[in-house]
C-alpha cells in the first residue's frame, strides 16, 4: 500500500528541485547519486523525532529524499540499465532520483568520436571539444508512473537557469523505471544488488542526517 494517491500534483517537482540545489551546493564533478523519494507524512510517522531534525520546511514538503550514495558498479552509459536494474526498493519507498553530470555534443561532433580507440581517449576527445556542454541531470519517477526532471549548465550555472519538465530527461527517466519494476527472480552476484534505503556513508563528507533537506540513510533502514 503506497501514499502516491495521496501526494499533491506538485510532490515530484518539488523533490527534483530540491534535490538539484542539494548536489549542486557541492559543485561539479561529482559521482552519481541516487535518492529513494519517502512520503514525509509516514516517515514522520515512523520516526517522530525526525521532525526537529527535518525543520519546519522540510518537514511540509510531500516527499523527502533520502541520499542513498553512490550507485554499485558505476554508472557508465553502457551499463547504466544493468546497474539500476538489480536495485529493488522497499515498500516505503514511493519513488527515486538520480543526479548525475554528462557532457552533451552535437550530432555532428558525436559521429566524429566513433574513431576513439578506448573510454580514456572518448572522454578526453569530448573533454576537450569547444562544442561540448557540460551538465548535470536530475530524474525522478514515482512507483505510479510519474515523471520529473531537471537540467543545469555548467556555463549558466544559476539556479535561474535550471530547466525542469515531465519530458525534460525521457530516456534516463525510463531506465530510472527500471527500480520499480517487478523482480524476475534472477539472483545477482553475491553484493551487487542494492536494496533501498541503504548507503555506506555520508556523500557529502559529513556525519549529519540530513543535509539541506536531504536525508541520509542508515543501516538501520535497509
Excluded: Y
Aim: glycine share 10%.
Amino acid at each position: 500500500m503506497h501514499a502516491i494517491d495521496n501526494l499533491p500534483a506538485d510532490a515530484l517537482s518539488r523533490a527534483v528541485v530540491e534535490i538539484e540545489k542539494h548536489v549542486s551546493s557541492a559543485g561539479w564533478d561529482q559521482p552519481a547519486q541516487l535518492f529513494a523519494l519517502v512520503p514525509t507524512e509516514e516517515l514522520l510517522a515512523a520516526e517522530p523525532q525526525l521532525a526537529a531534525e527535518l525543520g519546519a520546511d522540510d518537514a511540509a514538503q510531500p516527499l523527502t529524499p533520502v541520499a542513498q550514495g553512490e550507485l554499485p558498479g558505476g554508472v557508465d552509459d553502457s551499463n547504466l540499465a544493468d546497474v539500476l536494474g538489480q536495485i529493488e526498493w522497499p515498500e516505503g519507498v514511493s519513488g527515486c532520483a538520480l543526479a548525475l553530470e554528462r557532457i552533451l555534443l552535437p550530432p555532428s561532433v558525436e559521429s566524429g568520436l566513433s574513431d576513439a580507440e578506448s573510454d580514456a581517449e572518448l572522454a578526453r576527445m569530448a573533454g576537450s571539444d569547444p562544442r561540448r556542454h557540460e551538465v548535470r541531470m536530475v530524474a525522478a519517477v514515482l512507483r505510479d508512473g510519474d515523471r520529473f526532471g531537471a537540467v543545469r549548465l555548467r556555463s549558466h550555472d544559476e539556479d535561474s537557469a535550471v530547466l525542469t519538465g515531465a519530458d525534460l530527461v525521457p530516456t534516463l527517466c525510463e531506465v530510472l523505471s527500471l527500480t520499480f519494476e517487478p523482480s524476475t527472480g534472477a539472483t545477482p552476484a553475491d553484493g551487487d544488488r542494492a536494496d533501498g534505503l541503504h548507503s555506506d556513508g555520508p556523500i557529502d563528507g559529513t556525519s549529519a542526517g540530513h543535509v539541506r533537506g536531504v536525508r541520509q540513510s542508515t543501516d538501520e533502514e535497509k
